[in-house]
């Protein structure tokens, strides 16, 4: 499990942990690095939803702030995290996507993203979530790739849990 420094202050030390799970058992790194201890303690932050999304259908996929657990270690109170932002890499409509949007739809508890990518592009969408993590003096923002690859051949990835599928304006991410 990777974990990266986000922010420290005299009272606790926030961390991310990467811990994504993909279809073929790896996870995504966060840039390296170790927890480093203080003396106020450490919030950690684990991602634990897929970070990528198959098959390719149209359909909406739920990530919500259960996906995020927080261990906390000494005198560190329980973060506040929230979803702030949204961003991919590919038009919302066009080459071969199915012209069907919108993409994505987030409010600060849930964020859906749509299974699909540019047929014509080998590029595999990337969907970039930004979360926000708050302990009352320190706030820190991290953000989490979700990719929709162009095809299995390259880009093993589970099959999206059906409990995930969502329709298009769920409230959980509206």
């Known amino acids: 499990m990777s974990r990266v420094l986000l922010a420290a202050s005299s009272s606790c030390l926030l961390?991310?942990?990467?811990?994504?799970?993909?279809?073929?058992?790896?996870?995504?790194?966060?840039?390296?690095?170790?927890?480093?201890?203080?003396?106020?303690?450490?919030?950690?932050?684990?991602?634990?939803?897929?970070d990528c999304l198959w098959a390719p259908d149209h359909k909406m996929v739920l990530f919500t702030l259960d996906d995020?657990?927080?261990?906390?270690?000494?005198?560190?109170?329980?973060?506040?995290?929230?979803?702030?932002?949204?961003?991919?890499?590919q038009p919302a409509l066009g080459g071969g996507q199915g012209d069907t949007?919108?993409?994505?739809?987030?409010?600060?508890?849930?964020?859906?993203?749509r299974a699909e990518r540019q047929g014509t592009s080998s590029d595999p969408r990337v969907y970039t979530i930004l979360v926000a993590a708050t302990d009352g003096n320190v706030t820190v923002e991290q953000s989490v790739n979700?990719?929709?690859?162009?095809?299995?051949?390259?880009?093993?990835?589970?099959a999206a849990d059906s409990s995930r599928v969502v329709d298009d304006g769920d409230s959980r991410c509206n």
């Open 146 to 158: 979700v990719t929709v690859g162009h095809d299995q051949g390259r880009d093993h990835c589970a």
């Open 101 to 113: 949007a919108p993409d994505y739809t987030y409010n600060p508890t849930g964020v859906c993203l």
């Open 68 to 89: 995020i657990h927080a261990t906390v270690t000494g005198t560190c109170g329980t973060p506040s995290v929230s979803i702030v932002g949204v961003t991919d890499n």
């Open 15 to 50: 961390v991310l942990s990467l811990a994504a799970c993909s279809g073929n058992g790896g996870g995504t790194d966060g840039g390296g690095g170790n927890v480093i201890p203080c003396d106020g303690g450490s919030i950690t932050l684990d991602v634990t939803a897929p």
